[in-house]
């Protein structure tokens, strides 16, 4: 089946600093990536669309500048959190959409927890 | 817009107990719908899915049927386990390829 990978699964960084999370589709191609927010006991943010290519599609409130995002090619998109804080700590999770036959759906990242010091 | 409401948790059951997760949906269209399971500290996994009214999804011992007409998706399992424990999340898709997600709903289930 379509399997999405994420790497770090886990990170901690001191606080100004950046940190790149990559999401792959590791046996497909994905012309579109999601990257979501998970804070603790709530249900996942979208907060951008990331089209092979070109620009992401930020979601309302999502800085663009903090959150840069890069989908280089059809397999890899990357999420820089820069200048990091505290405020955001948080899980990332990225999905991919795919599909067999004309049939497409989102299939999921493991996520990856990031704590800022 | 398009919205995915979901008790609220959490689900505390017994093991072997009967589960019901209710989910409702507000949407235009024809979407089709899913339920995700996430276990602590771990990211979503498609648990099943219907994608037309009176489909039944169905895996690992859950399942659930697309009713358009009470619009709604409720997860169901005859006999929870220990391990069943996790958060669900009912959600929506339509041509966007964006899901819509309800709030999640936590299950606790005890030996």
């Known amino acids: 089946g379509a399997v999405v990978s994420q790497h770090p699964s886990w990170v901690i960084c001191k606080s100004g600093t950046s940190v790149k999370i990559e999401c792959r589709s590791l046996?497909?191609?994905?012309?579109?990536m999601f990257w979501y927010r998970q804070f603790p006991k709530q249900s996942l943010m979208l907060m951008a669309t990331?089209?092979?290519?070109?620009?992401?599609?930020?979601e309302q409130g999502v800085e663009k500048d903090k959150f840069l995002i890069n989908h280089a090619s059809l397999t890899l998109s990357t999420l820089t959190v820069t200048s990091a804080h505290p405020e955001d700590s948080s899980f990332y999770i990225c999905?991919?959409?795919?599909?067999?036959?004309?049939?497409?759906?989102?299939?999921f990242g493991p996520g990856t927890r990031l704590t800022v010091t | 817009g398009d919205s995915v409401t979901q008790m609220e948790g959490p689900v505390t059951l017994s093991e072997e107990a009967f589960l019901t997760i209710n989910c409702t949906y507000t949407a235009t269209g024809y979407p089709s719908l899913f339920w995700y399971v996430q276990y602590p500290g771990e990211g979503l996994q498609l648990l099943l899915k219907a994608t037309k009214a009176d489909d039944k999804g169905s895996n690992k011992g859950f399942e659930a049927t697309y009713r358009k007409e009470t619009t709604s998706f409720h997860l169901e399992k005859g006999s929870v386990q220990v391990s069943d424990s996790a958060v669900y999340f009912c959600?929506?898709?339509?041509?966007?390829?964006?899901?819509?997600f309800g709030r999640g709903t936590s299950l606790i289930v005890h030996p």
């Open positions: 959600a929506l898709l339509k041509g966007s390829y964006i899901p819509t």
């Open positions: 046996d497909f191609q994905a012309t579109t």
């Open positions: 999905s991919a959409k795919g599909g067999v036959a004309g049939v497409y759906e989102q299939y």
């Open positions: 990331s089209n092979e290519g070109s620009k992401a599609t930020y």
